[in-house]
């Protein structure tokens, strides 16, 4: 049979355009977390003493737990006496109880007035109704973030301080970096201690100070950072959180304020996130620390990455990590460390790969302590977010024992939300 030229050449361009394709597709299969209850802002955390068992959450009550590595999820809805209102954030100790801190409601209708730490023995199955930190009903408290020292099992919680006063003076609120620790396994928490040298004056004009995010070192060192209008900043403690820098130190400053304008998106805002090395590894000790700017242009948000070997006291000029070079917007990253290989691993949104506003999950690699990062995409389907619908405020990652598990939420044409994850081990990553 007689094949013409031009089908010839018709063959090989749709092949050709076949494996394109294939290749800017996703990897990874996507796994389905939750779709019920409208859930946003994400985190998620994995029982390192079995890692089959993980925890998955997002606002406002929504929890999952899975038992095989993330392949299958279970979901239920998470209570408390003293409310469940949003900011999940999920740690896990030594002995394998998970912690999810969250922002309160009282039933006497205060929100905001403490943050709630509830605890599970049982692989997440059930929760304890909660302690509770921070009280103070005249006062907000905001945007907590945890971390367990895995050497004390002591856990550390920054937050942000809202001090209200009076409606004539000025300004009518003062924001503090705030810091609790408990000692005995989330039974009781230390009185909140300020630990910014320098306070926000206004919450409503984007000067306030928040994101406050503590991670522990190799030798139980505390290495807190949050975000200001000024930009990035770093304190640390060497004692247990008993005592702290005299002066803060600022890691890089911002281009603009710490909200970006995203097209589609809400809001987004530069929470730095902060991750250690404490693997046995080169680079051990290492402090590394991520967010997106627009330091290229409005429409050109990029993931920056800067890192400190002297325990913060000097810090790397701020690399990109996305690695094309489109004029497109990069943001809302969030950064760990393999601790058993020292691997640095980020997720973020990404948009390199279209000319609107559809959005892709990408992930950055280092296996060299930040030196060099490769980029792979996590997700299998675009998404297109609208500014009237809220999709949190942060995305989470977790990695161990080469077991990558990013987690995002996504939307639909409708813009019904949900949640997902990636089946990624550090073997296969292209």
Not at 7 to 27: C, G, N, V
Request: aromatic letters at 12%.
């Amino acid at each position: 049979m007689k094949v013409s030229i031009t089908k010839i050449f018709f063959l090989l361009l749709t092949s050709l355009s076949l494996m394109i394709s294939e290749k800017a597709s996703s990897q990874y299969k996507n796994v389905l977390i939750g779709n019920k209850n409208e859930p946003e802002e994400t985190t998620i955390c994995i029982n390192t003493k079995h890692p089959n068992i993980m925890i998955a959450a997002a606002n406002t009550e929504n929890y999952y737990f899975s038992s095989d590595t993330g392949k299958s999820w279970r979901a239920a809805s998470l209570h408390s006496t003293y409310g469940v209102w949003g900011d999940p954030c999920l740690v896990v100790d030594s002995l394998g109880s998970f912690y999810y801190f969250h922002l309160s409601k009282s039933s006497n209708g205060n929100a905001y007035d403490r943050l709630i730490c509830q605890k599970s023995r049982d692989k997440g199955i059930t929760w304890s109704n909660g302690t509770y930190f921070g009280l103070d009903d005249k006062q907000s408290q905001d945007k907590e973030f945890a971390t367990i020292d895995p050497k004390t099992n002591y856990i550390y919680v920054l937050w942000t301080e809202q001090k209200k006063k009076q409606m004539h003076e000025q300004p009518r609120t003062i924001t503090d970096i705030m810091l609790s620790i408990s000692k005995d396994f989330g039974k009781t928490w230390s009185k909140g201690m300020k630990i910014n040298e320098k306070s926000g004056p206004d919450f409503d004009n984007w000067k306030t100070v928040i994101g406050g995010m503590p991670v522990t070192g190799p030798n139980s060192e505390v290495y807190a950072t949050w975000v200001s209008y000024e930009g990035i900043y770093f304190d640390k403690s060497l004692d247990s959180g008993k005592t702290w820098m005299n002066k803060d130190k600022m890691v890089a400053p911002l281009m603009d304020q710490w909200a970006m304008n995203i097209s589609g998106m809400y809001r987004c805002y530069i929470f730095p996130i902060m991750a250690v090395d404490c693997s046995s590894g080169p680079y051990k000790g290492s402090i590394y620390i991520a967010w997106a700017d627009k330091k290229k242009g409005t429409a050109n948000a990029n993931i920056l990455f800067t890192k400190s070997t002297d325990q913060g006291a000097t810090w790397s000029t701020p690399v990109k990590v996305n690695n094309d070079s489109n004029a497109r917007q990069h943001y809302m990253p969030w950064i760990t460390v393999d601790q058993t290989n020292g691997n640095i691993y980020l997720a973020f949104y990404d948009r390199r790969d279209h000319k609107d506003d559809k959005t892709d999950v990408y992930m950055a690699k280092s296996s060299d302590g930040g030196k060099t990062f490769s980029n792979f995409k996590v997700s299998e389907r675009s998404f297109t977010p609208k500014s009237s619908t809220f999709m949190g405020d942060y995305l989470g990652l977790i990695a161990y024992n080469n077991i990558i598990r990013p987690i995002w939420t996504s939307v639909d044409d409708h813009q019904n939300l949900s949640v997902w994850t990636a089946i990624i081990s550090a073997d296969k990553i292209k």
